[in-house]
């Protein structure tokens, strides 16, 4: 079975500062991929970033990063320099080898001016 | 290039009632999944499809059923709506695969069942 659990309902983060979201997983596949989505208030899910077990580097994107540590099973998600559009739901997911992505129960991020 | 696409986006329907959703994937994409997210929730797996066939089903009750299309669009069918079916029912493609990077969601659809 896989689990994800996100332990920060909400955050708070001041405009143009760095915040980090928490991931940690558990999983007994060998291989898998973590993801991070956002979800604005209409609903759409958006893909941000993607991790690949076997992945020496973390992943990055744009101002996207994930701290990757596979020991510790956690797949932090880290947005540098905030903006007001980036407060919203942020849901972190794994798909191991049932093909499905397993959701933790999100993180409300709050951008204040 | 079309991402994913819902439709409706909206829908009320009443209790005991069938409702069919429908979602295409986006180019390049064979593999369709939908998802069910109940308000302040995270989306929980209902099925995926894969080449016209269920490939992989979670923990909901036969009520909910699916179809893909050649083109490999796909519906979501629920028979004898309940007040607990309201919620944001998602459509995510991908390719197949453990190892792919794409999984991509439509806008959803917003049931609420009166």
């Known amino acids: 079975a896989q689990k994800i659990t996100q332990t920060q309902p909400g955050m708070f983060v001041q405009e143009k500062e760095a915040v980090t979201l928490d991931c940690t997983y558990d999983t007994s596949d060998p291989s898998y991929g973590l993801f991070w989505y956002k979800q604005p208030s209409s609903g759409e899910m958006i893909f941000l970033i993607y991790q690949g077990s076997y992945d020496q580097q973390n992943a990055t994107e744009g101002r996207y990063s994930l701290n990757f540590q596979k020991a510790r099973k956690s797949a932090n998600l880290v947005i540098s320099a905030s903006q007001l559009g980036d407060s919203a739901m942020y849901f972190c997911?794994?798909?191991?080898?049932?093909?499905?992505?397993?959701f933790g129960k999100g993180t409300l991020l709050t951008v204040n001016p | 290039d079309a991402g994913v696409t819902q439709s409706p986006t909206h829908l009320i329907k009443t209790r005991g009632q069938q409702v069919t959703l429908r979602c295409s994937p986006k180019?390049?994409?064979?593999?369709v999944s939908w998802y069910q997210q109940a308000l302040g929730q995270g989306p929980q797996f209902i099925f995926q499809?894969?080449?016209?066939?269920?490939?992989q089903r979670g923990n909901f009750p036969d009520r909910f059923s699916g179809h893909q299309f050649p083109n490999y669009s796909s519906e979501l069918n629920v028979n004898a709506l309940l007040l607990g079916d309201s919620a944001l029912y998602l459509c995510a493609s991908s390719r197949p695969g453990v190892h792919n990077t794409e999984a991509f969601f439509g806008q959803g659809t917003r049931l609420t069942v009166v």
């Open positions: 499809y894969y080449e016209e066939e269920e490939r």
């Open positions: 180019s390049g994409h064979d593999t």
């Open positions: 997911a794994m798909r191991g080898s049932n093909y499905k992505l397993t």
